[in-house]
C-alpha cells in the first residue's frame, strides 16, 4: 500500500467542497468584528489552571483575536502553530472555490497516514512548540 501525499487536476465533483470552503472562509471574515465578545466564552485552559504550564494550545484564543485585528505578528506571538493553521487554513478555503474553478491541483492523500519519518517530525515540532510557549510563558 502506497502512503503519503499525491496531487490531481480537481474536477466538477470538488465544486460543493470548495464553496463550503470559500463560505466558511466568508462566514469568518464576517464574524471577526465579534471575536472579542465570542472568547470572553472561551474557558480557562486547565492545564495551565492546575500546573502553572500552558498547554499546546495555550495562547490560540489571543491568536485568534490578533488575527481577527490584521496581526499576524501578535498572533504569532501568542501561538506560533495556530497563527499559522488559522491564517493558511483561511486563505485556502478562500481561494478554493475560483481554485477549482480553474481546474488546479489538488492534493489526494494516499492510505496508510504519515510515514514514521512524517510522524516524527510532526513530533517534533509540536514538541519544540510546546517548549516554546513554556520558555515564554505564554
Given at each position: 500500500m502506497r502512503t503519503g501525499l499525491s496531487w490531481r487536476r480537481a474536477r466538477r465533483r470538488d465544486q460543493p467542497l470548495a464553496l463550503g470552503l470559500t463560505l466558511g472562509a466568508v462566514a469568518a471574515a464576517m464574524l471577526a468584528p465579534w471575536t472579542p465578545v465570542l472568547a470572553r466564552l472561551a474557558p480557562a485552559c486547565v492545564l495551565h489552571t492546575l500546573t502553572g504550564l500552558p498547554c499546546p494550545a495555550c495562547g490560540a484564543t489571543r491568536a485568534v483575536l490578533a488575527l481577527a485585528r490584521l496581526d499576524p505578528v501578535a498572533a504569532f506571538a501568542f501561538n506560533p502553530l495556530m497563527a499559522l493553521g488559522l491564517g493558511g487554513g483561511f486563505i485556502v478555503a478562500a481561494v478554493a472555490l475560483p481554485w477549482v474553478a480553474a481546474r488546479g491541483p489538488v492534493p489526494i492523500v494516499l492510505g496508510g497516514g504519515?510515514?514514521?519519518?512524517?510522524?516524527?517530525?510532526?513530533?517534533?515540532?509540536?514538541a519544540v512548540h510546546w517548549a516554546w510557549l513554556v520558555a515564554r510563558g505564554v
Open positions: 504519515l510515514s514514521p519519518r512524517g510522524r516524527a517530525l510532526a513530533g517534533c515540532v509540536l
